[in-house]
């Protein structure tokens, strides 16, 4: 069974930066796309970023500029880039994997930005 294992998070101060990892057991093929969402307290959960299978990227608005997403197919990891973090970045950020029948979840890791 493919599990996605997320790494990576942690309490950081306001403009700095982290390195979201996600690791992925087992082969996945037919992969359409692979990202992160994230979801605050009392929120809903929001896509941060996205990959898709041909290399486009997409990002939330509010992240822009600031994060970068990337994949290393070869070590079946998608990585998620954050500078310049700020006290709304505050959440716990999952990465996902589609495919053409399924979706898989990562458990999620903490990000915290504090002021």
């Known amino acids: 069974q493919v599990q996605l294992v997320e790494s990576g998070g942690g309490l950081v101060q306001a403009g700095g930066s982290l390195t979201l990892s996600c690791a992925t057991s087992?082969?996945?093929?037919?992969?359409?796309?692979v990202g992160w969402y994230r979801q605050a307290p009392e929120k809903q959960r929001e896509l941060v970023a996205g990959?898709?299978?041909?290399?486009?990227?997409h990002y939330a608005e509010s992240v822009r500029g600031r994060f970068t997403i990337s994949r290393d197919n070869a070590k079946n990891t998608v990585s998620l880039q954050m500078n310049s973090l700020k006290p709304e970045d505050t959440a716990i950020y999952y990465c996902?994997?589609?495919?053409?029948?399924?979706?898989?979840w990562g458990q999620g890791t903490q990000v915290t930005v504090s002021s």
């Open positions: 996902y994997i589609t495919t053409i029948t399924s979706d898989y």
């Open positions: 087992g082969t996945i093929f037919n992969v359409n796309g």
């Open positions: 990959l898709s299978s041909g290399g486009t990227r």
